[in-house]
């Protein structure tokens, strides 16, 4: 199956979504879902299916389309059927021909002789003119055989104008035999367009993340060409290219720096506030700001492989899809604008029938035509979703589909990897215990002068451990390493040997080595899989919110304690030397017992665990069959972002379901009043577009969560 993104222009309501999806979903192989908040379709599709065959699809419906450009430099537009920069001058043009009309309509006293044809020629070009985006969606629509909201906005404002207009041509109103309409038309375009442009707007804002993220991509890189520097263009970028960045300068791609030292600011990607150390061997993400120092890096990934570009993506994927409870929500709006139709008809016969005046009665179903309009809850969920995702990208949480946001509901567990999730998943010296009367600190710059020379992990944790405590490592002559053993060599003209210590020296769960001097012994030197500074944080936060964290691991039941006791979780809740095929296996009998549960991990051997798991949370640092396997990945190395994204989706969750009761009981209580005459059609323009931007912005509300 391939995929095809594309970017849609003319929609206006849930409606309009519904109607292109059904369009698209109608071709043979197809599976296409539309996001009227962000205006796309995502859409997979059979190689039978082209790319004009979907743009076909769409237009056939009466919307426009074309294939969305991932580069991150295609349109930022949320438009309707007009740009919504046209938006502006038809509102300020339109509000300031509506005031008058309102006065002279609403204030008896300034009404003059003649004033009706004045309030009909300032009415005209506000409902034709500002009114245009609704009026030509509508026909496009009509064309097609179908009606959205701005079929209901159309018909309510021009049947307010046609009734307002023949009572002045004829006589009527100016003889008191007919009631004008002209302030509801006027002034229900102006509020209709002032709530379209206030959406378009925030739309806008709630977009803004994804945006940056793209953003924060180098546009081009200095390359080392034969000695020489050369500016070129990012995409012309080949790995293994020799990439100068400078201070101040963003880093052009994932690499590994060969050459200088410096600090890198990643908080736009990561969420990280301070800028982490690096030098040569260390790899660094492009979009990395360097703070100071020249640096050479070598690009290992580019293009569309870098960490920036799949952020990127994953984030535009989750921002696209839909969340179920979108669905009830859609399949509502598509059937709404007919209904709404009909009750409008309903009410105008039901008020003659009953003996109502044919003012009483138009008034009533012109206020059912207006009020109603579905706008509000067709953006209930998108822009939720829209605000949630691209918060979640700032904190270095990204969502990969709407529907986890349901799924975190109810995570009473969470299992936690060990290595490289709760710790380093790189050994480091605990502690140095000497022999009575001889000095730790020359015990470890012995054995680090002999393990200078090998290149196994502990022997890498002893020589870092004691560069960190500023000790001088003397050189080492006839260094030998035996793998059964350990290793040996001449220091300073004593034979040191480093090697693994006695059995009955290791039962707490730490690797533990001997060193000797010239067959004496000098000191024991304990190692530890270093458990991750904000892991214990991490837990606690866990806990505080009624989640019970798990620890999970293949090591043996001493390390795990050890580990387990040090970040904070009970001995009860450790499941130690498991094989990596049966991580999966402890998922399973956790969800059997009745537990919702979410999996953190970062290696290839957690990946079935991962998408066993209610929830899958790998992290980023980890291999990219975690990242594939999980539902949201962790940016950074820092296991208090999985609260982070259990609160987030959580509260992401509970903002959609306050912006669907708005829209549903808005339209629920609104439509009843209006048909009974107790809603002013000029009052139900201004609540209808009100209700939209309400949720909007309570949706923009997100994007203070921290």
């Given at each position: 199956?391939?995929?095809?993104d594309?970017?849609?222009?003319?929609m206006?309501?849930a409606?309009?979504?519904?109607?292109?999806?059904?369009?698209?979903?109608?071709?043979?192989?197809?599976?296409?879902?539309?996001?009227f908040a962000?205006?796309?379709?995502?859409?997979?599709?059979?190689?039978?299916?082209s790319?004009?065959?979907?743009?076909?699809?769409?237009?056939?419906?009466?919307?426009?389309?074309?294939v969305?450009d991932?580069s991150g430099?295609?349109?930022d537009?949320?438009?309707?059927?007009?740009?919504?920069?046209?938006?502006r001058?038809?509102?300020?043009?339109?509000?300031?021909?509506?005031?008058?009309?309102?006065?002279?309509?609403?204030?008896?006293?300034?009404?003059f002789?003649?004033?009706?044809?004045?309030?009909?020629?300032?009415?005209?070009?506000?409902?034709?003119?500002?009114?245009y985006?609704?009026?030509?969606?509508?026909?496009?629509?009509?064309?097609?055989?179908?009606s959205?909201?701005?079929?209901?906005?159309?018909?309510?404002?021009?049947?307010?104008?046609?009734?307002?207009?023949y009572?002045?041509?004829?006589?009527a109103?100016?003889?008191?035999?007919g009631?004008?309409?002209?302030?509801?038309?006027a002034?229900?375009?102006?509020?209709?367009?002032a709530?379209?442009?206030a959406?378009a707007?925030?739309?806008?804002?709630?977009?803004?993340?994804?945006?940056a993220?793209?953003?924060?991509?180098?546009?081009?890189?200095?390359?080392?060409?034969?000695?020489?520097?050369?500016?070129?263009?990012?995409?012309?970028?080949?790995?293994?290219d020799?990439?100068?960045?400078?201070?101040?300068e963003?880093?052009a791609?994932?690499?590994?720096?060969?050459?200088?030292?410096?600090?890198?600011?990643?908080?736009?990607?990561?969420?990280?506030?301070?800028?982490?150390?690096?030098?040569?061997?260390?790899?660094?993400?492009?979009?990395?700001?360097?703070?100071?120092?020249?640096?050479?890096?070598?690009a290992?990934?580019?293009?569309?492989?870098?960490?920036?570009?799949?952020?990127?993506?994953?984030v535009?994927?989750?921002?696209?899809?839909k969340?179920?409870?979108?669905?009830?929500?859609d399949?509502?709006?598509?059937?709404?604008?007919?209904?709404?139709?009909?009750?409008?008809?309903?009410t105008?016969?039901?008020?003659?029938v009953?003996?109502?005046?044919?003012?009483?009665?138009?008034?009533?179903?012109?206020?059912?035509?207006?009020i109603?309009?579905?706008?509000?809850l067709?953006?209930?969920?998108?822009?939720?979703?829209?605000?949630?995702?691209?918060?979640?990208?700032?904190?270095?949480?990204?969502?990969?589909?709407?529907?986890?946001?349901?799924?975190?509901?109810?995570?009473?567990?969470?299992?936690?990897d060990?290595?490289?999730?709760?710790?380093?998943?790189s050994?480091?010296?605990?502690?140095v215990e000497?022999?009575?009367g001889?000095?730790?600190?020359?015990?470890?710059?012995?054995?680090?002068a002999?393990?200078s020379a090998?290149?196994?992990?502990?022997?890498?944790?002893?020589?870092?451990?004691?560069?960190?405590?500023?000790?001088?490592?003397?050189?080492?002559?006839?260094?030998?390493?035996?793998?059964?053993?350990?290793v040996?060599?001449?220091?300073?003209?004593?034979?040191?040997?480093?090697?693994?210590?006695a059995?009955?020296?290791?039962?707490?769960?730490?690797?533990?080595?001997?060193?000797?001097?010239?067959?004496?012994?000098?000191?024991?030197?304990?190692?530890?899989?270093?458990?991750?500074?904000?892991?214990?944080?991490?837990?606690?936060?866990?806990?505080a919110?009624?989640?019970t964290?798990?620890?999970?691991?293949?090591?043996?039941?001493?390390?795990?304690a050890?580990?387990?006791?040090?970040?904070?979780?009970?001995?009860?809740?450790?499941?130690?030397?498991?094989?990596?095929?049966?991580?999966?296996d402890?998922?399973?009998?956790?969800?059997?017992?009745?537990?919702?549960?979410?999996?953190?991990?970062?290696?290839?051997n957690?990946?079935?665990?991962l998408?066993?798991?209610?929830?899958?949370?790998?992290?980023g640092?980890?291999?990219?069959?975690?990242?594939?396997?999980?539902?949201?990945?962790?940016?950074?190395?820092?296991?208090?972002?999985?609260?982070?994204?259990?609160?987030?989706?959580?509260?992401?969750?509970?903002?959609?379901?306050q912006?669907?009761?708005?829209a549903?009981?808005?339209?629920?209580?609104?439509?009843?009043?209006?048909?009974?005459?107790?809603?002013?059609?000029?009052i139900?323009?201004?609540?209808?577009?009100f209700s939209?931007?309400l949720?909007?912005?309570?949706?923009?509300?997100?994007?203070?969560?921290?």
């Open positions: 199956m391939a995929t095809t594309l970017q849609l222009t003319g206006s309501c409606s309009c979504a519904a109607r292109i999806e059904r369009g698209l979903n109608d071709l043979d192989g197809v599976q296409a879902t539309v996001n962000v205006e796309r379709a995502h859409v997979e599709h059979g190689p039978q299916v790319e004009h065959d979907l743009i076909h699809a769409v237009e056939s419906t009466g919307y426009h389309a074309s969305l991932h430099h295609g349109d537009h949320m438009n309707h059927d007009v740009p919504s920069e046209q938006l001058p038809r509102l300020i043009g339109s509000a300031v021909l509506a005031v008058p009309v309102v006065a002279l309509s609403m204030v008896m006293a300034w009404q002789s003649g004033w009706l044809w004045v309030v009909l020629a300032l009415t005209t070009p506000i409902v034709f003119w500002g009114g985006p609704f009026h030509k969606a509508a026909l496009n629509s009509a064309r097609h055989g179908a959205t909201m701005d079929t209901l906005v159309s018909l309510g404002t021009l049947a307010a104008y046609l009734w307002s207009l009572a002045v041509v004829t006589g109103a100016a003889h008191g035999h009631h004008v309409y002209f302030e509801v038309a002034a229900v375009t102006v509020f209709l367009l709530g379209r442009y959406e707007k925030a739309k806008r804002s709630a977009g803004a993340a994804l945006q993220l793209l953003s924060l991509g180098a546009k081009d890189a200095t390359v080392l060409c034969d000695a020489a520097e050369v500016r070129i263009p990012v995409q012309d970028l080949h790995v293994g020799v990439i100068v960045v400078r201070p101040g963003r880093v791609t994932d690499g590994v720096i060969l050459d200088g030292a410096s600090a890198l600011d990643t908080s736009a990607m990561t969420g990280e506030s301070v800028p982490a150390d690096v030098g040569p061997g260390d790899e660094v993400l492009g979009g990395a700001v360097n703070t100071f120092g020249r640096i050479l890096v070598s290992k990934r580019v293009g569309g492989d870098t960490q920036l570009a799949r952020m990127a993506r994953m535009s994927d989750a921002q696209s899809g969340a179920s409870i979108q669905r009830l929500a399949r509502v709006s598509a059937i709404f604008v007919p209904v709404v139709l009909a009750i409008a008809a309903v105008l016969g039901a008020w003659l009953a003996g109502g005046s044919a003012t009483a009665a138009f008034t009533a179903a012109v206020a059912v035509l207006i109603a309009c579905p706008c509000a067709g953006l209930a969920t998108p822009t939720a979703i829209l605000v949630g995702t691209g918060r979640g990208a700032q904190l270095g949480v990204l969502i990969k589909d709407p529907q986890v946001l349901e799924t975190v509901t109810g995570i009473d567990a969470v299992v936690l060990k290595t490289g999730t709760v710790t380093t998943g050994m480091a010296v605990a502690a000497s022999e009575a001889v000095d730790a600190d020359a015990v470890l710059a012995q054995a680090a002999v393990e090998s290149e196994h992990p502990v022997a890498a944790a002893i020589v870092a451990a004691a560069r960190e405590r500023g000790l001088t490592v003397p050189a080492v002559r006839d260094f030998a390493n035996d793998p059964g053993t350990g040996s060599g001449v220091v300073d003209g004593v034979r040191v040997q480093v090697s693994r210590a059995e009955q020296l290791v039962d707490d769960g730490r690797t533990s080595v001997e060193v000797r001097a010239d067959g004496s012994r000098r000191g024991v030197i304990r190692l530890v899989d270093a458990v991750k500074p904000t892991s214990a944080e991490a837990i606690a936060e866990l806990k919110m009624g989640i964290p798990i620890l999970l691991t293949g090591d043996n039941a001493a390390v795990a050890r580990v387990a006791a040090e970040v904070g979780i009970a001995a009860e809740n450790v499941i130690a030397g498991v094989l990596p095929s049966e991580k999966a402890a998922i399973t009998r956790l969800q059997a017992q009745g537990h919702k549960v979410a999996m953190v991990g970062d290696g290839v957690d990946s079935v665990a998408a066993t798991a209610d929830v899958g949370m790998a992290m640092t980890g291999t990219d069959a975690a990242i594939e396997a999980g539902d949201v990945t962790l940016v950074r190395g820092d296991l208090r972002t999985v609260p982070t994204a259990l609160r987030l989706s959580s509260r992401t969750l509970r903002i959609i379901k912006n669907l009761f708005w549903f009981g808005y339209n629920v209580a609104a439509i009843p009043l209006a048909a009974l005459g107790l809603l002013n059609p000029m139900a323009g201004a609540a209808m577009a939209s931007v949720v909007v912005t309570n949706s923009l509300r997100l994007k203070r969560f921290s």
